[in-house]
């Protein structure tokens, strides 16, 4: 069957080294000192796993001696010493025999404590070795280092800063990709590494959550690798994941993806403690799959379904098919340089539902959206999944018109709306008589209806047609619990847009209370008429 896990590391095999090299970097780190390390005169440890790293690394070359391996994706759980690796990388292309005559090496992460990381356990490695400190010059306020002899320098730098193209690296280490929040700095080092002959980047990161980031692509492609679907000898993955319905309680699985458990890391009784106290917290629990077992989360913190259950609903809608029935439409404006969307929903005569979904935003500066919210609008936009309205505002006629539409297609029972900036679309329609309302967004509205969205979903009976703004929506979702046990969709906790799951409630729960459904709500004597507004 084939596996992601990476084989060659612990199965004595071979690893190709025609000149060398391979021998000369473990020889290198051999001998460096580590402030923390319990060996004897603070020797450099390299365990086996390590040393196994680093030599199919740099061991295996083509016939000219330049390196096969040019991008490193090693996705190792929190615990298992990623930093020092990383840290031990940045030394052989700095002050080590992989070093080059003025090479810029860079240590990126997503800010600039998280970029400091790897770079100060460099700068201390160097440190405890006085021999190796007379040759290095630490400006440590400016977060360089740089090597007298050969003029390599090392720099930490962040996501977050303005600007890094310009570049010409020889070496990046890219630190926790999947807190990247944007593209900017990977295209700027990618781009610059081409610049460089035999340069090497190396990421290092734990699993991640969603699917629409800079982190996904690189996690999936190196995947792809991994297991033999693409042939790219260039690209290294290494990646220790448990699969994503695995027991997570089991022990066995927990060694199997974290390689220093043998050596005594991550701490073997902390993650048994961790696994106790994560059996009743869901929050924890997925924390510790995602952490310590580096299975890649589809959802937010808190999730409303596994979205492996919500893409059972993939399959294509024969719209034609729809054409006069009875529908529902639930539309959650947003502040005019948002995402709003629309969301009619249909009954599907057994207990489930369908439902079509439109988006807009503004054209202008789509791809500048695009990079802040980490998803292709751009391609969703040529794709005809989002509608962008002309201008670098939200056109709500556009929105007004789409409605407008559905309703001559469809049998509009009802077009509920958040009352929050619903005005500019509502109000028209209200007075030529179309049968609009609001739809409070209190706990009392939402909660029954989160439960009959979640039966739906969750009974294989909630048909959306894979459309992926919808998808990405759901998967951005953290739920909110009361001490009642009352649910709300939580736009601050969530972990992005939700725009198009809240439309969805809303025009679920809409046809949920039509008539002879059985299925209204509002029969409960709690719900009052100031909480839905007609």
């Given at each position: 069957?084939?596996?992601?896990?990476?084989s060659?590391?612990?199965d004595?095999s071979?690893?190709?080294?025609?000149f060398g090299?391979?021998?000369?970097?473990?020889?290198?780190?051999?001998?460096?000192?580590?402030?923390?390390?319990?060996?004897?005169?603070?020797?450099?440890?390299?365990?086996?796993?390590?040393?196994?790293?680093?030599?199919?690394?740099?061991g295996?070359r083509?016939?000219?001696?330049?390196?096969?391996?040019?991008?490193?994706?090693?996705?190792?759980?929190?615990?298992?010493?990623k930093?020092?690796?990383g840290?031990?990388?940045?030394?052989?292309?700095?002050?080590?025999?992989e070093?080059?005559?003025?090479?810029?090496?860079?240590?990126?992460?997503?800010d600039?404590?998280?970029?400091?990381?790897?770079?100060?356990?460099?700068?201390s490695?160097?440190?405890?070795?006085?021999?190796?400190?007379?040759?290095?010059?630490?400006?440590?306020?400016?977060n360089?280092?740089?090597?007298?002899?050969?003029?390599?320098?090392?720099?930490?730098?962040?996501a977050?800063?303005?600007?890094?193209?310009?570049?010409?690296?020889s070496?990046?280490?890219?630190?926790?990709?999947?807190?990247?929040?944007?593209r900017?700095?990977?295209?700027?080092?990618?781009t610059?590494?081409?610049?460089t002959?035999g340069?090497?980047n190396?990421?290092?990161?734990?699993?991640?959550?969603?699917?629409?980031?800079?982190a996904?692509?690189?996690?999936?492609?190196?995947?792809k690798?991994?297991?033999?679907?693409?042939?790219d000898p260039?690209?290294?993955?290494?990646?220790?994941?448990?699969p994503?319905d695995c027991?997570w309680?089991?022990?066995?699985?927990?060694?199997?993806?974290?390689?220093?458990?043998?050596?005594?890391?991550?701490?073997?009784?902390?993650?048994?403690?961790?696994?106790?106290?994560?059996?009743?917290r869901?929050?924890?629990?997925e924390s510790?799959?995602q952490?310590?077992?580096?299975?890649?989360?589809?959802?937010?913190?808190?999730?409303f379904?596994?979205m492996?259950?919500?893409?059972?609903?993939?399959?294509?809608?024969?719209?034609?098919?729809l054409?006069g029935?009875?529908?529902?439409?639930?539309?959650?404006?947003?502040?005019?340089?948002?995402l709003t969307?629309?969301?009619?929903?249909f009954?599907d005569?057994?207990?489930?539902?369908?439902?079509?979904?439109?988006f807009?935003?503004?054209?202008?500066?789509?791809?500048?959206?695009?990079?802040?919210?980490g998803?292709?609008?751009?391609?969703?936009?040529?794709?005809g999944?989002?509608?962008?309205?002309?201008?670098?505002?939200?056109?709500?006629?556009?929105?007004?018109?789409?409605?407008?539409?559905l309703c001559?297609?469809?049998?509009?029972?009802?077009?509920?709306?958040?009352?929050?900036?619903?005005?500019?679309?509502?109000?028209?329609?209200?007075d030529?008589?179309?049968?609009?309302?609001?739809?409070?967004?209190?706990?009392?509205?939402?909660?029954?209806?989160?439960?009959?969205?979640?039966?739906?979903?969750?009974?294989?009976?909630?048909?959306h047609?894979?459309?992926?703004?919808?998808r990405?929506?759901?998967?951005?979702?953290?739920?909110?619990?009361?001490?009642?046990?009352?649910?709300?969709?939580?736009?601050?906790?969530s972990?992005?847009?939700?725009?198009?799951?809240?439309a969805t409630?809303?025009?679920?729960?809409?046809?949920a209370?039509?008539?002879?459904?059985?299925?209204?709500?509002?029969?409960?004597?709690?719900?009052t008429?100031?909480?839905?507004?007609?």
């Amino acid at each position: 069957m084939p596996t992601t896990y990476p084989s060659w590391i612990d199965d004595g095999s071979e690893i190709p080294d025609p000149f060398g090299y391979g021998e000369r970097a473990v020889n290198f780190l051999r001998h460096l000192k580590h402030p923390k390390s319990r060996q004897r005169g603070h020797a450099f440890q390299l365990d086996p796993w390590t040393e196994r790293i680093i030599r199919r690394i740099y061991g295996p070359r083509h016939a000219d001696g330049t390196r096969i391996v040019k991008t490193v994706f090693a996705m190792i759980p929190r615990g298992n010493r990623k930093t020092t690796l990383g840290a031990a990388l940045t030394l052989l292309h700095s002050i080590g025999p992989e070093r080059t005559p003025g090479g810029q090496v860079v240590c990126a992460a997503a800010d600039q404590k998280q970029a400091r990381i790897a770079f100060e356990e460099a700068v201390s490695i160097i440190r405890q070795d006085a021999k190796i400190a007379k040759l290095v010059d630490v400006i440590d306020h400016r977060n360089r280092f740089r090597d007298r002899r050969s003029g390599s320098l090392v720099e930490a730098i962040s996501a977050d800063a303005k600007t890094q193209h310009g570049r010409t690296p020889s070496f990046t280490l890219m630190d926790e990709i999947h807190a990247w929040p944007k593209r900017d700095l990977w295209e700027a080092l990618k781009t610059g590494l081409l610049k460089t002959p035999g340069s090497l980047n190396v990421i290092t990161t734990t699993a991640g959550r969603g699917q629409e980031s800079i982190a996904y692509e690189q996690y999936s492609y190196a995947r792809k690798v991994a297991l033999g679907e693409i042939d790219d000898p260039a690209t290294l993955p290494i990646i220790f994941e448990a699969p994503a319905d695995c027991d997570w309680t089991d022990e066995t699985i927990w060694h199997r993806v974290n390689p220093g458990l043998k050596h005594g890391y991550p701490d073997l009784e902390g993650m048994r403690q961790f696994a106790r106290e994560a059996k009743d917290r869901p929050g924890d629990r997925e924390s510790f799959k995602q952490l310590n077992l580096n299975i890649w989360s589809d959802h937010a913190l808190n999730p409303f379904v596994e979205m492996s259950v919500y893409d059972e609903g993939s399959a294509p809608i024969d719209l034609d098919a729809l054409n006069g029935q009875a529908s529902w439409i639930g539309v959650d404006m947003s502040i005019t340089t948002d995402l709003t969307a629309v969301v009619a929903a249909f009954r599907d005569g057994e207990g489930g539902y369908i439902v079509v979904p439109h988006f807009f935003c503004p054209a202008d500066n789509l791809r500048a959206r695009s990079e802040r919210d980490g998803v292709p609008y751009v391609e969703w936009a040529k794709q005809g999944f989002i509608t962008p309205t002309p201008g670098n505002v939200i056109d709500y006629r556009a929105v007004e018109a789409c409605i407008r539409s559905l309703c001559e297609r469809f049998d509009v029972r009802e077009v509920g709306f958040d009352p929050a900036y619903a005005q500019p679309v509502m109000g028209p329609l209200t007075d030529e008589g179309f049968p609009t309302c609001t739809i409070r967004q209190g706990w009392l509205t939402q909660s029954p209806a989160l439960n009959e969205l979640e039966r739906a979903i969750v009974g294989r009976k909630f048909q959306h047609g894979g459309h992926p703004v919808l998808r990405w929506c759901f998967s951005n979702v953290a739920i909110h619990t009361d001490s009642a046990g009352n649910r709300t969709m939580h736009k601050g906790k969530s972990t992005d847009r939700i725009d198009g799951a809240v439309a969805t409630w809303m025009a679920v729960s809409r046809a949920a209370a039509g008539e002879s459904s059985g299925l209204s709500f509002l029969a409960d004597p709690s719900i009052t008429a100031d909480m839905l507004v007609l």
